[in-house]
């Protein structure tokens, strides 16, 4: 009785505190965003910025390479944005077109719509290509951009040339409604952030989300001026209650996110491309793939671990350029 007590009156106090912490924290991200607002516009100008509404649902991506080149569409996790890529868009052959998006609920990408059925946002994501002009493409994707590109490419093969699939799982949680509880332990986040309120919460406070966050799942340090980057991009007004939907159970669908790719017999190649050094996803949980997944390619980036497009740029780079030169023959 005794701790229950406390455990209630601890609720208490959070749920009291936190609408005083969101507005402090509000007024601190924006006067961080302000006084980097001069270095995030250098670094934005280095590269081709765009904006466009697509059945009312506003999208921010960068163009890069060649207008009239095949198409790569770059789809990056959590906590990121378009600018995850920023290190590998300049290494992958600028003959190709690079699209680079702000994912839904992220960064200057749509902070209103709140259907985050898996199904919906992929959907959403084609409508986008197909405004601008691009009926078919390759797609890469990272984390949580994995999950979504995954479901993409199983609901619209007819739409894709090739998949390389980074940092997911490809046999375990196979399951339509739920994980295995081995996920769970894995990636508690998954099961943690179920509560928009308890994710919001944490949320909030960008600064401390790159930085717990980047600093585990990195083997080299995120530079300064990259971490300033995606803290402002990350403090975005809504971003922080947005981003939780992708985690409501409402709108998963692991056998499409995970099993159909293992089992898929896709008129396209898809490869697996792992870091051999995040201990939340193991080479041991790949060390089956040729056999259950005989259509799935397996390749390594070395010396990495969960951001290997920030750990090992060139590597990530390499892969891409050769997967597409390969399968355009």
Known sequence: MILAGIALLLALFVWAYAPLRARNLAAEYEQFRAEHQAEHDSVDAQFNQKDTVVNGIQWHYVDEGNPDGTVILFLHGLPEGWYSWSKVLPLVDQEYRLIAIDMKGYGRSDL??????????????????????????????????????????????????GYVRMRADLIQGESRDRPSFSVYLQKPQWLFFQNNWIASYLYQDAGWLIDTVYSSRMLTNLSQADRDYLVYEYSRPGVAEMNPRYFNPANWDLTSAVGKICKNNFPFPVLQLQADSDPSQPPSIFANVNTKCPNVQMEWVTNANHFDNFDQPQQVADAINNFIHVNSK
Request: charge should be negative.
């Open 112 to 161: 209103i719509d709140t259907d985050y059925n898996w199904h919906t946002v992929a959907s959403q994501i084609l409508d986008l290509m197909t405004s601008l002009g691009i009926d078919r493409f390759y797609v890469v994707s990272h984390d949580w951009g994995t999950i979504i590109g995954s479901v993409l490419v199983g609901d619209h093969p007819e739409h894709i040339l």
